[in-house]
């Protein structure tokens, strides 16, 4: 029988098997699992290499293996949270043989990236689903300005023998990149037309009680007149 494994020279001239396609044909799958990952890595022979951040996301993968036993590389993102990468990772190496192949792992809840426009450079952010705002059409100078802002309600007020005015808006925000930590996080913006106000998930809910209060005083007053 013909023997397929790989194999090198001793300095002596003596056959030796390649090493990491030995090791690999005497692992478990809990081996896999359990082994160090840095020696589990060592020992197939495979390498991390990082990728920038949506390389990979906009494809909907979260790690991509490519190569065999013995000569193979493993891309992540940069940005991809330790706590993840682990499992990414030994994922990966459960499916690796000593045939060359290339696969991929899903991320399980990929990132909405969406492009923005910065100076003259076109970047991917992290956007929130419920972002509306075209980060390429409203390029900014700097990261730091660019903001996500969701579609906005508007409060209209009727005026007598006049076309209604807006009065009020309020829609969803928030600065990721600003240097304004309170403001990085998401949170509703109210707008009068000369201010605006922020306000926490908390405020918000607090606001929308204190309006159906105030509407139901409105609505009394106008009931009290009604002919
Ligand atoms: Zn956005």
Request: hydrophobic fraction near 35%; charged fraction near 25%.
């Given at each position: 029988m013909q023997n397929t494994v790989p194999a090198s020279f001793k300095p002596s001239g003596a056959l030796i098997p390649e090493q990491p396609t030995e090791a690999w044909r005497s692992m478990t799958t809990g081996d896999v699992s359990t082994t160090p990952i840095n020696e589990l890595l060592n020992t197939l022979g495979v390498r991390i290499v990082e990728v920038e951040p949506g390389d990979l996301a906009t494809d909907g993968i979260a790690g991509y293996f490519s190569g065999r036993v013995g000569d193979g590389e493993i891309q992540i993102e940069r940005t991809l949270p330790q706590a993840d990468r682990e499992s990414v990772v030994r994922e990966l190496l459960a499916r690796i043989t000593p045939t060359d192949q290339q696969y991929s792992k899903k991320a399980t809840t990929p990132a909405r990236l969406r492009p923005a426009k910065v100076r003259e450079g076109r970047i991917y952010i992290e956007c929130p689903a419920w972002c509306t705002k075209d980060h390429v059409y409203d390029?900014?100078?700097?990261?730091?300005?660019v903001y996500h802002s969701g579609d906005p309600v508007d409060l209209m007020v009727p005026h007598l023998g006049e076309d209604a005015q807006p009065l009020v808006h309020v829609r969803l925000n928030a600065?990721?990149?600003?240097?304004d930590v309170p403001l990085q996080a998401p949170m509703l913006v109210v707008d009068d037309e000369t201010d605006t106000f922020h306000m926490s998930p908390e405020q918000g809910l607090k606001f929308a009680d204190d309006l159906i209060a105030f509407a139901e005083q409105v609505r009394a007053m106008a009931t009290r007149i009604a002919r």
């Amino acid at each position: 029988m013909q023997n397929t494994v790989p194999a090198s020279f001793k300095p002596s001239g003596a056959l030796i098997p390649e090493q990491p396609t030995e090791a690999w044909r005497s692992m478990t799958t809990g081996d896999v699992s359990t082994t160090p990952i840095n020696e589990l890595l060592n020992t197939l022979g495979v390498r991390i290499v990082e990728v920038e951040p949506g390389d990979l996301a906009t494809d909907g993968i979260a790690g991509y293996f490519s190569g065999r036993v013995g000569d193979g590389e493993i891309q992540i993102e940069r940005t991809l949270p330790q706590a993840d990468r682990e499992s990414v990772v030994r994922e990966l190496l459960a499916r690796i043989t000593p045939t060359d192949q290339q696969y991929s792992k899903k991320a399980t809840t990929p990132a909405r990236l969406r492009p923005a426009k910065v100076r003259e450079g076109r970047i991917y952010i992290e956007c929130p689903a419920w972002c509306t705002k075209d980060h390429v059409y409203d390029g900014e100078t700097a990261l730091i300005d660019v903001y996500h802002s969701g579609d906005p309600v508007d409060l209209m007020v009727p005026h007598l023998g006049e076309d209604a005015q807006p009065l009020v808006h309020v829609r969803l925000n928030a600065d990721t990149f600003a240097t304004d930590v309170p403001l990085q996080a998401p949170m509703l913006v109210v707008d009068d037309e000369t201010d605006t106000f922020h306000m926490s998930p908390e405020q918000g809910l607090k606001f929308a009680d204190d309006l159906i209060a105030f509407a139901e005083q409105v609505r009394a007053m106008a009931t009290r007149i009604a002919r």
